[in-house]
């Protein structure tokens, strides 16, 4: 069964033990004459029970108390989202579960798709999407603000692959993030292979959005529980969901709901929150507003050993008269005697001692931690092969090639990997912004796998990775080997991926020009040419997309990404690896033998000119059966000769029949299934450079096709593009440069 539902959420069977809303020793949670709790959860204003009792904000914040459960329930609004808690920014729900199980011989046994949302609340970035299984996919998809689509992949061939310390890392079990403000999502399984390879042990894929760390993976336990596992990951995960209260035409100010002795701050999801100020305590919501604490009642959080007054938002602590010192600590005050001499030499030596003291166990405390700090970093640099790499760096001369960074330099460059400076976020790190001491600006790649057993390996690929030096491939600049993990630094390229301005308008459809589309195409084989064939050892990308083709300020196309990476020894055509890749550029002969040749990148970069070619992405969810993979569906409608059929229209008016039509044929052979009756990529670049500077009538001009040219007339009536569709040229470089003064989603080498 199929179904499509408005989130149906159950009540965890355990007490959940999580907090109320701050201050929950406030007298006035409610509005008067409110009810301030439903069994055992407590509902502050501007949350309010009842529809149209007044005890809400507005129709937004009103909730449900059902009463005929042996525990009252609640209730968000009239659905059936029940509520477990409310904090001052956040409440949390229970999860739904979208699965797909097959019987033995590959058919669908049961299914269930996943849809929610949450009208004017939006779910909180603390949640994490997990698939669950050996042989799935599952793609997110929702909105927040733009529309945003996500997935994760769980594979492996058996059963003993599968990790027994509750990591999700891939391998049965994937985990992703979400991004910030998403309004609703929906979440559909896809498969490989129907579960026919290991069904043996894992008969169901599953997909859930829930709490960060909520979720422990169990290994082959889950995979073979079916109901079972999904009765836990219902009774154990929660989903944290944002609130905000909308803004009016005033904004964020002193006329909106805040109230006396409350600030109001603006959320980035939209909307505002109050917030009481400090010293001060209650419902920032509600008349009279927060009321001044006595922190002189409360000794446990506000220590005086003297004379306490309390006053508005702070108090005061003194020593008793005839005595000094500080008040705050306890036998901090001392009375004073006959003598004023004695009295004044025992506080000069009291003070001094006590100075001398403190700085004495300060200086020894921060010589332990800078000696902790010391050896940490020498056995991080020895365990991630610092030692060997500098020994081959002194023995190679090859200082200026590669940099070794050190770890004080790289936090300060990133204000210690501050979130601000996040550009990109991978399978194989996190990348951040940096701005070196020299002024040049970098990206700085922080891993988030280490294998020690593998530095050697790492460190000859790190040594070769620096000495390619192509104007069309992302120039690794060095490494820092003093973390947990090795650090790797690039030349920063400012003006985002492919992928960005092939599927995004705002992005800067105005420069893909036919023509530009050939240039980048001839830039980014040429690069994975060079790769392949002119490197000392060949180096096979493994993960060819639009997101790792990045583009500088010049539009001038750029290679990145090499996380994912292998060498070739010299006298080996193939290598085999651990199935890595991104679905829908994915080898298929690769991912049916784990055989990893340079063919395998060709056909990956076939896919990438059939994004070129269409704008379309390489696997659509929302594209019927026939067309969901773009790879199949272009090179169905080439061997039919119906390329029209696909390709954008501005391709159909600017390029040329012969052009396209010998591009079109030459995606069909990077895309072919035996790898051996591919081309090379030094083949596809000489034939991409070879049609770039071949020039005929453009193909709507050709009468000979009658039938092309009524289908192209026909598309073109249907363009809706936004800018003008001219070819790139110094006028227009400027256009577009305005036109694309965008936030860079990613900038990444991963």
Sequence with gaps: ????????????????????????????????????????VEVPYPFGI??????????????????????????LRSSNIEIYNISDSEFRIGTGVAYKCYNQDGTIKDEFDWWARLGTFTFSQKNTFTVLGCDDLSMIRGKNGAEFTGGCLGLCSKAQDLPANGTCSGIGCCQTSIPNGLEYYNATLYTFRNHTDVWAFNRCGYAFLGEEDSFVFHGVSDLYAESAVVERIKSTVPVVVDWAIAPDTRGCS??????????????DTGGYRCRCNNGY????????????????????????????INTRGSYNCSCPLGSFGDAKIENGCHWYKDSKFSSNIFTIVTVCGLLAVLSGIAGILYGIRRRKLMKLRERFFEQNGGVLLRQKINSQGSHEAMTLFSTVQLRKATRNYSKDN????????????????????????KSKIVDASQAEQFINEVLILTQVIHRHVVKLLGCCLEEEVPVLVYEFISNNTLHHHIHSRLGGMSWLSWENRLRVAVEAASALAYLHSETIMPIIHRDVKSTN??????????????????????????????????????????????????????????????ELMTGKKPIGVDRSNLENNLATHFVKLVTENRLYGIVEPRILREGTLEQIQAVG??????????????????????????????????WVQQQTFQDARSVVLEVEQSDLYEVPLVSYGSRDRESCSNSTDNTIEENKPR
């Design 254 to 267: 002193k006329s909106s709901a805040c109230k006396e002795n409350s600030s109001c701050y603006e959320v």
């Design 549 to 610: 083709i990045l583009v500088d300020e010049n539009y001038t196309a750029k290679i990145s990404d090499f996380g994912a990476s292998r060498l070739v020894p010299l006298d080996h055509q193939q290598v085999t690896t651990l199935i890595q890749g991104t679905l829908g550029y994915l080898d298929p002969e690769y991912f049916n033998t784990s055989q990893l040749t340079e063919k395998s990148d060709v056909y990956s970069f076939g896919v990438v000119l059939a």
């Design 422 to 445: 996040i550009i990109g976020r991978g399978a194989y790190g996190v990348v951040y912004k940096g701005v070196l001491s020299d002024k040049r600006v970098v990206a700085i790649k």
């Design 665 to 698: 044929d030459l995606v069909k052979r990077c895309l072919n299934l035996q790898g051996k009756d591919r081309p090379t990529m030094k083949e596809v670049a000489v034939e991409l450079h070879r049609l770039r500077k071949f020039t005929t009538q453009p």
């Design 281 to 308: 305590e209650g419902n920032p919501y509600l008349d009279p507003g927060c009321q001044d604490i006595n922190e002189c009642e409360d000794p446990g959080t506000n220590p005086c050993y003297g004379d306490c």
């Design 1 to 40: 069964m199929l179904l499509h539902i408005i989130l149906s959420l159950y009540a965890f069977p355990f007490a959940m033990g999580l907090g109320t809303l701050q201050g929950s020793n406030m007298n006035n949670i409610a509005k008067p004459n409110c009810p301030t709790h439903c069994g055992n």
């Design 50 to 75: 009842g529809n149209d009792t007044g005890c809400s904000l507005d129709n937004s914040f009103y909730v449900t108390c059902n009463t005929s459960y042996k525990d009252p329930k609640l209730f």
